[in-house]
């Protein structure tokens, strides 16, 4: 999955003209049901250029 990802930060930064240095991606590999956890999510997406969502099969099992 890390591969993945990193493979589409650098696909997404090559065809926009986001500026160097700025993440380009978000990746969390955690399940939180704290507040800071849903507030720092909804803030990577307000600022994300492109939103792409990856679940496992333990996560769609449960």
């Known amino acids: ?3 993945l990802y ?3 930060c650098e696909a ?5 003209d986001a500026p160097a240095g ?3 991606g978000f990746m969390d590999r ?12 909804s803030r ?5 250029w492109a939103f ?8 769609c099992a449960s």
């Open 30 to 41: 955690s399940v939180h049901r704290e507040q800071k956890w849903a507030e720092r999510l």
């Open 44 to 48: 990577e997406l307000a600022t994300c």
């Open 6 to 8: 990193q493979d589409l």
């Open 12 to 16: 997404i930064f090559q065809l926009t």
């Open 1 to 3: 999955m890390a591969k």
């Open 22 to 24: 700025r993440p380009i």
């Open 52 to 59: 792409r969502a990856s679940v496992g099969a333990p996560f």
